[in-house]
């Protein structure tokens, strides 16, 4: 199966060939751990998810190696300890920040294996990689691409020819459009901080620039070469990050490595927006994943709205969508209860999946293969797109067992008033069934009852 990526940095659709197909290689920026991970932070996570087990499924689950780092040096971090230790917590500032990044940390990643993302091979902390960091720059200021002042160490823009071809901008637009920090040490506004000095109170490392901590694109730098060394396959990312994140990755790891291409093929994600509406505290339409989970959205649902849209394009969570997705689900679950998944998925799910990721069609694949009832076809198709797993299936249980007994009252009630011509008990039941989410399939082979859209095991009490 020949796989076809769309390459940002050539700006086309291109064949995907790995360098070495026996150690298919990926690098995909992970979250700052400072707080929770909303939304928008966990679309990449579910897009680059997909793509990690499409090349297992391709390459072999032993030759795919998948680093998702974590960030937890920053000064969001710092701040957020700092508001701790104002409200009365108690520790040294580090001993707060290391709190607060270990539980951010496990947040992360309960509510990433909610959502039935498979962790990955690598998840390196930014902290153990300091000495990588360090030597990095070393070798930028030997070679002219970096220069010290001031206690920090900026990376020369002006130094490297390349800059701005990934995002297709010129120096000139990106300062026009970018909030370039101005300060007095810097050679040039475009140039970005490398090494900063720290202050006693917050978490530093001695460097030959003095007591500081890095900026935050060389972490990604150090780190993936550290893993995947100086030139590999895939870099993917929130298309938030490629201005100036990635971009600056490219210009240090290039010119740190001037024989290497550094990241081969790069994919972006696009944003997303709740109601055709960009997500925003102030306009009271922003959460976390956890608040999703915390409020019965089931992590499976939430995965299937976001495969419902292809990557590349702004994705819209509505409230529509998670109705249809969830009765989708509680469908799909029901025919491949019970039997085991084909020994391959679907030709077309995956021919759709290689075909730039395309989820949206892959979706259609599976309704289609739902539709022939072919349940063993199904089960194996959507398990390549990380659905139907045991692990994500506890939710759709939920309140299903009732329904087979509540099937039979139902069937006692219409016999009953078959003979007496009173269905008020009928319709009482079978309102009280549809106000749970419950539809209600009534002939003469019986009586049925299938979980639906917005189906709620706590309305079936009353009856």
């Known amino acids: 199966m020949t796989i076809r990526l769309h390459n940002t940095l050539t700006r086309s659709k291109e064949e995907f060939r790995p360098i070495d197909p026996q150690n298919v290689r990926m690098y995909v920026c992970g979250p700052t751990v400072y707080d929770r991970a909303h939304l928008g932070n966990a679309r990449p996570v579910v897009v680059f998810d997909v793509l990690y087990r499409l090349l297992r499924h391709v390459y072999g689950p032993g030759h795919v190696t998948y680093v998702r780092n974590i960030t937890d040096v920053d000064d969001r971090i710092n701040e957020t300890a700092r508001k701790r230790r104002a409200a009365g917590a108690a520790g040294t500032l580090e001993e707060l920040i290391r709190e607060r990044t270990e539980e951010t940390i496990a947040w992360y990643h309960a509510d990433m294996a909610a959502l039935g993302t498979l962790p990955p ?108 060394g100086p030139e590999f396959d895939i870099h993917g990312g929130g298309i938030d990050l490629q201005f100036p994140h990635h971009e600056n990755e490219i210009a240090q790891s290039c010119c740190a490595h001037p024989q290497a291409q550094f990241a081969r093929t790069w994919l972006h994600n696009e944003m997303l927006m709740v109601e055709g509406r960009k997500m925003s505290k102030s306009l009271g339409n922003f959460f976390t994943v956890r608040d999703l989970l915390d409020k019965g959205v089931p992590g499976e649902v939430i995965r299937m709205v976001f495969l419902g849209t292809h990557y590349r394009k702004p994705m819209d969570w509505t409230e529509e969508k998670r109705r249809e997705a969830e009765a989708a689900l509680r469908r799909w679950r029901g025919l ?115 979980p639906g859209a917005g189906f709620d095991p706590a309305k079936l009490e009353g009856l």
Do not use: Q
């Not at 070679?143 to 020369?156: E, I, K, N, Q, S």
């Not at 109170?201 to 500081?212: E, F, I, K, V, Y």
């Open 121 to 228: 091979g690598h998840e390196p902390r930014a902290t153990d990689h300091i000495a990588g960091m360090i030597a990095m720059i070393e070798g930028l200021i030997e070679r002219g691409h970096a220069y010290a002042a001031d206690g920090h160490v900026l990376f020369r823009v002006a130094s490297y020819a390349g800059y701005g071809r990934l995002s297709g901008r010129t120096v000139e637009d990106m300062i026009a459009g970018a909030r370039v920090e101005v300060a007095p040490y810097k050679e040039d506004p475009m140039d970005f901080v490398l090494w900063k000095p720290s202050d006693d109170d917050l978490p530093g490392w001695d460097s030959p620039w003095g007591r500081g901590r890095p900026g935050w694109h060389i972490e990604c730098s150090a780190m993936s070469e550290a893993l995947l």
């Open 336 to 450: 491949t209860a019970g039997i085991e998944p084909a020994a391959s998925p679907a030709p077309g799910v995956v021919a759709a999946l290689s075909d730039d990721l395309n989820t949206a069609g892959a979706i259609a694949e599976l309704h289609a293969l739902a539709g022939a009832g072919d349940g063993a076809g199904l089960l194996a198709s959507a398990r390549l797109m990380g659905l139907l797993t045991d692990e994500l299936g506890h939710w759709a249980e939920a309140g299903t067992g009732a329904l087979d007994a509540l099937a039979d009252r139902l069937a006692a009630a219409r016999a009953a008033a078959m003979d007496s011509k009173d269905f008020s008990e009928v319709d009482r039941m079978k309102a009280a069934l549809v106000a749970a989410g419950v539809e209600v399939r009534m002939s003469k082979a019986g009586v049925e009852l299938l």
